[in-house]
């Protein structure tokens, strides 16, 4: 069956582009040139956590799966989209945000957070440190919605301020096998329809606590 729409979420990384404080920029180095070599090819050198990328248990919490462990077919599944761009930098987002959607969901969604932040992907300090994250309250419901992963499209699912990243460790342990995409982007483009067919699949590296993945939204 051949998709209406696709849909793509994912951020371009990009030589010493946008990264989480204090982590290395990513870097892109050619290093064969068809003229020279018959061939054009780079190395690639960024963390485990760089653009639109998924976060596996053990990025938080010991003893949980890293990115290999999680099963494959956990990756593809029904997502919805919470339109919450009405949410200021820097403020924080609760269990009553979330509640008026309720109705909507369905155990082992793949829930979607469109704050607006995705577009805003440049060097500042809006973009890097004021997005909107989820607070104890909203990761306690998701955990309680049965929904079986999450994403957003800023660069982290907590909030810049939380350096104990309470949000992720709640979701991490309060579901097996959960995973956290962050980074995403265009998530506003799906605000016209209720529901898609949400693919996200993460790099195969061995014991990684996260993984790049290219994530696309498809409408049938």
Not at 97 to 122: A, H, M, N, Q, Y
Not at 137 to 156: C, F, K, L, Y
Not at 160 to 185: C, M, R
Request: net charge negative; proline share 6%.
């Amino acid at each position: 069956m051949i998709p209406k729409r696709i849909i793509d979420l994912t951020s371009e990384i990009v030589g010493q582009g946008v990264s989480w404080p204090g982590a290395p920029f990513p870097e892109v180095t050619r290093v064969g040139y068809l003229a020279k070599d018959g061939f054009n090819v780079e190395i690639v050198r960024f963390t485990t956590h760089t653009g639109t990328h998924i976060d596996a248990p053990i990025h938080m919490v010991e003893s949980l799966p890293t990115i290999d462990q999680l099963p494959i077919e956990g990756f593809v599944g029904e997502g919805i989209v919470f339109d919450l761009r009405h949410k200021k930098p820097g403020e924080k987002i609760t269990s009553s945000d979330l509640e008026k959607f309720r109705s909507k969901v369905k155990k082992g969604d793949i829930i979607l957070l469109c704050t607006g932040w995705g577009p805003k992907r440049d060097f500042t300090k809006e973009f890097i440190f004021d997005f909107p994250g989820l607070d104890e309250s909203g990761a306690r419901w998701v955990v309680e919605s049965g929904a079986s992963a999450i994403g957003i499209d800023t660069m982290g699912i907590d909030p810049y301020s939380d350096q104990n990243f309470t949000s992720h460790k709640i979701l991490f342990k309060g579901k097996p096998n959960f995973w956290v995409a962050e980074g995403l982007t265009n998530l506003q483009k799906l605000l016209d329809k209720d529901r898609w067919l949400i693919v996200a699949l993460p790099l195969r590296i061995t014991g990684a606590s996260g993984a790049e993945a290219r994530v696309i939204a498809m409408e049938f």
